[in-house]
């Protein structure tokens, strides 16, 4: 076979992986800076937001993840190492049955996800799952 | 008012007082050398309930030598904790006499000469017989099969299964759940489990398009067995797509998915199971991470990393049963199930002596059945082995280097990549190296051997990847294998650095150079999990090997220095 360097990365999905590690800190500082423009700059604290992800994704290109924020106006989606960190934001009118959203979303490597949830009482909320993108191919 | 937690822990206090384990009273046999079936059998029922566990088979139908770990290193919370416990050191946990059959059976260590003493384990006629012995005294005993089992022999191979099918069949289990049986394609896998004539279960295997459960593979079954009911959930291996060729089964999505256990979980209680057990093929260390966030498990059946361990390990309020590979033990759990609640138990993990146990006639037929249309290709001398020829270990085994030492020089590679698989039995000083043999260290859907050029910098990303795999401090961010074997390359490993940063001192062993980042190497390797990789078949590539060298001698590997322990 011939197995290029360019295959393996594409479809090993190391070279994101590198990628990613390389440049974390400068992409923390864009997630930061548009948490900040989501909020305003307002405290953000813990709890009350339910984010689900696989602890390793299956397939970096396309990862399911599903937040449900009971009580929110709106839920911001942020890939911390995603080379433009803001995924979606989702909005709900006063009469929407449950504040959940599900969708599958494309990551550059290992990284963390961020959910922000906006409160009726205009407060924030957040949680974050760490998702592995891997190589794969060593199982026992 | 008592809750729930406290009535299990009374439970459990009750349970230890009955005598929990069944471990201890074959290991003082050592003395007198002799051990009998019998004695390998003997069990006081309890309770109303019995469990039987065979689990990571891996086609395994004949009796084998098969080698335990002596490097098998934990990390994070799990540091120095069983399974990460090996040779003396686990015979000194456990109170077992050097020399014993459980120093045989259950640890690493003089294993050459203990193997000579105590011959060959396994052999699923002599499964047949323990099995067939526990349903003697508890006819409703409940059978379950965790997975790893159409995979890793010659006839599994070219039979796509069937051989396996077959046997486990005469068996009877109750319910399976799976890993390797998805390599052999989602339509084969697919054909065979609509032939199954009993439960297939996984809550975790999930349609991939919709994210939906699928309707071939329940979550779980419900028995009624002593006049309760008890509920078995299956817990596939949660990383195929990954550790294995997703391509191979596109349809599927897997994960943990601890939130839906902890659904189901709460579904079959609220259904009136007085007693759940989880069916797993999680590993060990997940295992004993879920038992910690899901509530409500009273017994989890362990399978994947195919630690064999001689008592329950207790996480949270569940009980953790590790039943070992390759066929070599058969767990028996009894348990007392009262008032809605597991009052107690009663484990042995029953090491199948091949020589001690007598091989169930109608069995041993059934298998010899399989394995005639084969049999003069599988019986086939390839060469002689003057060392013990054996694969587990977390960086290295002297099976996979003999096997990146084919791909080196059969493939005229400078380095030689193979995969940190745990299954495949050992071979002793001595033997000879028969086909069969060789297959039961390679059998895959995807053996092709390829030759490829990587650079430097993107071979570290490879072992920093792999490394990460199984070194994580967390459980569930490990995928149960094993360090990717390295042929021509040597290195530093640092188990407790983060990701990225535990690789270290890459060396090209034939010139002594370390390995540049930006230099192009030939690389060969099997196993891998992209579409379309070509070459020939591992078992060829080490066969042609075997064959040129007549007489295979394991040389010391030292190749990794491993720190941070």
């Keep these: 076979m011939e197995l290029n360097r360019r295959k393996m990365l594409v479809l090993g999905t190391a070279g994101a992986a590198v990628t990613a590690f390389g440049a974390l800190p400068a992409f923390a500082s864009a997630t930061e800076d548009a948490i900040a423009k989501f909020t305003g700059g307002a405290d953000v604290g813990e709890g009350g937001v339910e984010l689900t992800a696989p602890e390793i994704a299956e397939n970096g290109n396309t990862v399911p993840i599903e937040v449900s924020a009971p009580g929110a106006v709106a839920i911001a989606i942020f890939a911390d190492g995603n080379p433009t960190p803001p995924v979606a934001t989702f909005k709900f009118g006063p009469l929407a049955a449950s504040q959940f959203a599900a969708t599958r979303i494309r990551l550059a490597g290992t990284q963390d996800v961020i959910a922000v949830a906006e409160m009726e009482d205009g407060s924030f909320k957040q949680a974050s799952a760490n998702i592995k993108v891997t190589i794969g191919g060593c199982g026992g | 008012m008592i809750s729930r937690r406290d009535f299990l822990q009374v439970g459990m206090a009750a349970s230890a007082l009955v005598g929990a384990s069944g471990f201890g009273n074959w290991a003082r046999l050592a003395a007198q050398q002799s051990l009998t079936q019998d004695q390998l059998l003997q069990f006081d029922t309890f309770g109303n309930v019995s469990l039987i566990h065979v689990t990571d088979i891996h086609a395994q139908l004949k009796p084998i030598y098969f080698r335990e770990p002596s490097v098998n290193i934990g990390v994070g919370e799990n540091k120095g904790e069983v399974p990460h416990v090996t040779g003396a050191d686990f015979r000194r946990l456990y109170g077992i006499e050097d020399g014993s059959p459980s120093h045989y059976a259950l640890s690493s260590g003089d294993f050459t000469s203990l193997a000579r003493e105590y011959g060959r384990v396994g052999g699923l006629d002599r499964v047949a017989t323990v099995i067939n012995a526990i349903r003697a005294d508890r006819p409703d005993a409940i059978l379950l099969d965790g997975g790893d089992t159409w995979h890793g022999s010659y006839t599994c191979y070219h039979t796509q299964g069937q051989d396996m099918v077959n046997v486990m069949n005469a068996l009877k289990p ?180 091949s020589d001690v146990i007598e091989p169930d006639a109608e069995m041993t037929a059934l298998i010899d059945e399989q394995r005639a249309p084969y049999e003069n290709e599988l019986s086939e001398v390839i060469g002689q082995t003057e060392s013990l020829l054996y694969r587990r270990g977390n960086f290295n085994g002297s099976w996979d280097d003999l096997i990146c030492d084919a791909l080196l020089s059969e493939r005229d590679a400078e380095i030689a990549l193979s995969p940190g698989v745990r299954w495949g039995p050992s071979l002793i000083p001595g033997q000879d190296i028969t086909r069969e043999d060789i297959w039961n260290v390679t059998s895959m859907t995807y053996g092709e051997a390829y030759r490829t050029e990587m650079t430097g910098e993107f071979l570290k990303v490879v072992l920093e990847d792999v490394a990460d795999n199984i070194f994580n401090p967390d459980p569930y961010y490990q995928q149960g294998g094993d360090m990717v074997r390295t042929g021509g390359l040597g290195y530093t490993i640092d188990v407790s650095a983060p990701q990225g940063e535990r690789i270290s001192n890459m060396t090209l062993l034939k010139s002594g150079e370390p390995i540049d980042p930006a230099h192009n190497y030939v690389v060969a390797g099997w196993a891998s999990v992209n579409e379309g990789t070509e070459g020939p078949q591992i078992w060829d590539v080490v066969e042609s090997h075997i064959r040129t060298l007549g007489t295979v001698t394991a040389q010391p590997n030292d190749s990794v220095e491993v720190t941070g322990i």
């Design chain 2, 174 to 353: 109750d319910a399976m759940t799976f890993h390797w049986e998805f390599t052999l394609g989602s339509d084969r896998v697919t054909e065979l489990v609509e032939s199954l004539p009993f439960a297939a279960l996984g809550q975790n295997i999930f349609d991939a398009e919709w994210d939906e459960p699928t309707d071939l593979f329940p979550p779980y079954t419900m028995f009624e067995r002593g006049g309760t009911k008890i509920a078995v959930i299956g817990q596939a291996f949660p990383y195929m797509p990954i550790a294995n060729p997703g391509w191979m089964f596109p349809e599927y999505a897997f994960g943990i998915r601890d939130e839906n256990m902890q659904e189901i979980v709460d579904q079959v209680r609220s259904e009136g199971a007085e007693c759940v057990v989880v069916l797993s093929h999680n590993g060990f260390d997940v295992d004993k991470k879920m038992a910690t966030i899901v509530s409500g498990i009273d017994v989890i059946l362990s399978g994947h990393t195919h630690d064999a361990l001689p008592e329950p390990v207790v996480s949270g309020e569940t009980l953790i049963i590790a039943s070992g590979s390759n066929g070599k033990f058969v767990s028996r759990v009894d348990l007392d199930i009262r008032d809605g609640r597991m009052m107690g138990y009663r484990h042995k993990l029953i090491p199948i002596f």
